[in-house]
């Protein structure tokens, strides 16, 4: 257990539908991340929230949405699915937002759209 | 533009068959080159972080190096157990705004016994 808990570990729906992943960072990580992993393109950063704030943003597209709460854990929202948004979706996390540091990653949810 | 390169793509060892896989990259300002372990359908697990030139890291059966260019993960004598697929990433940039990774898309390795 890496101490980094998403929720829910499988999603199937349906086009068109939206859907809410829920991450809980490590006790005392105060930066989370979300990256996107497919078969063909490897994990992809999506954005980066520090302390509540969002601190970078990658390749996230308008239809994805994400935010960290007061309690540090954050929700990425992902709407007017498209059957090429079906992938694993990663959570990690980290003490800092600053450069220098690795993170500790979730075990993923895997989203299949039908 | 941040590139991370990894090869080869897929490795066949034998047990106890030594070898090294390669990850080249392109960045502007490196702050961090990361190396994960990745089992199937799990998160990356971390194994080693390398910030300059001439460093290197062992743990286990693995080493990893680092030049100003790429970085090699050498396994040692692997086991069976060493199978999974291995990413490099790399952390760039200047100013310390953000600590994104970039990722390769991995080497799947595979150790026959």
């Known amino acids: 257990d890496s101490g980094v808990t998403q929720t829910p570990k499988h999603l199937i729906t349906a086009t068109g539908q939206r859907v809410t992943l829920r991450c809980s960072p490590r006790?005392?990580?105060?930066?989370v991340y979300w990256y996107q992993q497919s078969l063909d393109q490897g994990l992809q950063f999506l954005i980066q929230y520090y302390n509540g704030e969002e601190r970078a943003k990658g390749n996230i597209l308008e239809r994805f949405s994400a935010q960290q709460f007061p309690d540090l854990h954050s929700e990425l929202n992902l709407s007017s699915l498209e059957l090429g948004d079906s992938a694993l979706y990663f959570c990690?996390?980290?003490?800092?937002?600053?450069?220098?540091?690795?993170?500790?990653f979730g075990s993923g949810t895997r989203l299949t759209v039908v | 533009e941040d590139q991370v390169t990894q090869s080869p793509e897929a490795l066949r060892l034998q047990e106890g068959e030594s070898s090294s896989l390669n990850c080249s990259y392109t960045?502007?300002?490196?702050?961090?080159l990361f190396w994960y372990r990745q089992d199937p359908g799990k998160g990356p697990e971390f194994l080693f972080t390398?910030?300059?030139a001439g460093e290197e890291k062992e743990k286990e059966r693995l080493k990893a190096t680092l030049t100003k260019k790429e970085s090699f993960l050498h396994i040692t004598a692997p086991k069976p157990e060493d199978s999974a697929t291995y990413l490099c990433a790399v952390q760039a940039g200047y100013g310390g705004a953000t600590n994104k990774l970039i990722f390769g898309t991995g080497t799947l390795l595979a150790v026959q016994p």
């Open positions: 006790s005392g990580d105060l930066s």
């Open positions: 960045v502007s300002g490196l702050r961090g």
């Open positions: 390398l910030y300059s």
């Open positions: 990690a996390s980290s003490l800092t937002g600053g450069a220098g540091y690795g993170y500790t």
